[in-house]
């Protein structure tokens, strides 16, 4: 199985910021990898796929970089509704694995 | 738009099988996967496995020997049951569509619970 991990685990930032969350594959996966926002009591939501695409509808605040096995998820001014936590999962082959996730909570 | 919504068994007994229906609204299950996803309380999420229209499936190792995946696709529905279940598999429980490569969109989620 591709083992997927993230960091910070956890961090607190103030509105306005500039947060960057660093998702790393344990072996290349090209770019086959997505990111994920998810609130208390919801289903997580799709943000980013294939790396770098942005999902319709999602602001253009976030954004996506990497190929490979070291990936970026960057919000570049955050807004009161992003707290959350966030989770990188790969598409490269079955099983698909996702990160164990980044809370995004306010300093 | 396409909505996912999970059947609700609510509370199972351990050792019984655990039966999940997911109803595709809004659009044709055909020529899409769809997945289904878990969550135990507090904790990060694992996929479960996925099945095609025409009923291919692929399942995660760690359930495969528990597992079964169906799919009707005159009801619009696909069905998960996972069997022999224990207190570890209580979770909130998720179908989605697999597009492409990546999981979008998907149902609120269901609670099961694993308890006598």
């Known amino acids: 199985d591709i083992q997927m991990t993230q960091s910070p685990s956890s961090l607190s930032a103030s509105v306005g910021d500039r947060v960057t969350i660093t998702c790393r594959a344990s072996?290349?996966?090209?770019?086959?990898l997505n990111w994920y926002q998810q609130k208390p009591g919801k289903a997580p939501k799709l943000l980013i796929y294939?790396?770098?695409s942005l999902q319709s509808g999602v602001p253009s605040r976030f954004s996506g970089s990497g190929s490979g096995t070291d990936f970026t998820l960057t919000i570049s001014s955050l807004q009161p509704e992003d707290f959350a936590t966030y989770y990188c999962?790969?598409?490269?082959?079955?099983?698909?694995?996702f990160g164990p996730g980044t809370k995004v909570d306010i300093k | 738009q396409v909505q996912l919504q999970e059947s609700d068994p609510g509370l199972v007994q351990p050792s019984e099988t655990l039966s999940l229906t997911c109803t595709v609204s809004?659009?044709?299950?055909?020529?899409?996967?769809w997945s289904w996803i878990r969550q135990p309380a507090g904790k990060g999420l694992e996929w479960i496995g996925r099945?095609?229209?025409?009923?291919?499936?692929n399942y995660n190792p760690s359930l495969k020997s528990r597992l079964t995946m169906s799919v009707d696709t005159s009801k619009n529905q696909f069905s998960l049951k996972l069997s022999s279940v224990t207190a570890a598999d209580t979770a909130v429980y998720y179908c989605?569509?697999?597009?492409?490569?990546?999981?979008?969109?998907w149902g609120q989620g269901t609670l099961v619970t694993v308890s006598s």
């Open positions: 989605a569509r697999v597009t492409a490569y990546w999981f979008d969109p």
């Open positions: 809004g659009g044709s299950i055909s020529s899409y996967y």
């Open positions: 099945i095609y229209t025409s009923g291919s499936t």
């Open positions: 072996q290349s996966i090209n770019n086959y």
């Open positions: 294939a790396a770098s």
């Open positions: 999962q790969q598409s490269y082959s079955t099983p698909f694995t």
